[in-house]
T-cell receptor, first 110, second 115 residues
Framework: GIQVEQSPPDLILQEGANSTLRCNFS?????LQWFHQNPWGQLINLFY???GTKQNGRLSATTVATERYSLLYISSSQTTDSGVYFC????????????FGPGTRLSVLP | DADVTQTPRNRITKTGKRIMLECSQT?????MYWYRQDPGLGLQLIYY???????NKGEISDGYSVSRQAQAKFSLSLESAIPNQTALYFC??????????????FGPGTRLTVL
């Protein structure tokens, strides 16, 4: 099956700093999503981005499908950005074979 | 009100007990999923359902069963709980747009501890 790697595994930032999180995957995919899990365990979908670039406020994501990686950018980080960021990919189109990466744990210090 | 709700939010039980986790959604989505998350790891798919009459096993279905009582309700059961089923369980829904892959929306999670 598809293997998903994320880096770095842990990241500590001062409030206001920028960061880049990376997701590498081992095969072509039709579905790639980024999720944020907050410190209380709630999982929130950030982007559906199998290819191209999207932006939502301070967050943006870019997927280069031909090179099998995706990047999540967080600018001007805030303490509320803390949590774990997961990349999930699927070769199909139906959500039944999502493979989640191990996540990047982000801690933003005040 | 939240679009995807899960009950209970926390549960502690003993080995061998039968446990049911419930998920309800008001999004009107046909597709529903159950995942488990072990500490420090990503999510793994247990079961998924594309409509009331369509239920399928995910990658880690052993020891679990599900019931899709209605479009809005999808329950996960542990027939005889064991300690390595201690995890955070998430329900999710999706509704693909025409010609596109769907986005999944997650419930708040149920933290289950099996002693």
């Amino acid at each position: 099956g598809i293997q998903v790697e994320q880096s770095p595994p842990d990241l500590i930032l001062q409030e206001g700093a920028n960061s880049t999180l990376r997701c590498n995957f081992s095969d072509s995919v039709n579905n790639l999503q980024w999720f944020h899990q907050n410190p209380w365990g709630q999982l929130i979908n950030l982007f559906y981005i199998p290819s191209g670039t999207k932006q939502n406020g301070r967050l943006s994501a870019t997927t280069v499908a031909t090179e099998r990686y995706s990047l999540l950018y967080i600018s001007s980080s805030q303490t509320t950005d803390s949590g774990v960021y997961f990349c999930a990919v699927e070769k199909g189109n139906y959500g039944q074979n999502f493979v989640f990466g191990p996540g990047t744990r982000l801690s933003v210090l005040p | 009100d939240a679009d995807v709700t899960q009950t209970p939010r926390n549960r502690i039980t003993k080995t061998g007990k039968r446990i049911m986790l419930e998920c309800s959604q008001t999004k009107g989505h046909d597709r529903m999923y159950w995942y488990r998350q072990d500490p420090g790891l990503g999510l793994q798919l247990i079961y998924y359902s594309f409509d009331v009459k369509d239920i399928n096993k995910g990658e880690i279905s052993d020891g679990y069963s599900v019931s899709r009582q209605a479009q809005a309700k999808f329950s996960l059961s542990l027939e005889s709980a064991i300690p390595n089923q201690t995890a955070l369980y998430f329900c999710a829904t999706s509704d693909p747009e025409s010609g596109r892959t769907d986005t999944q929306y997650f419930g708040p999670g149920t933290r289950l501890t099996v002693l």
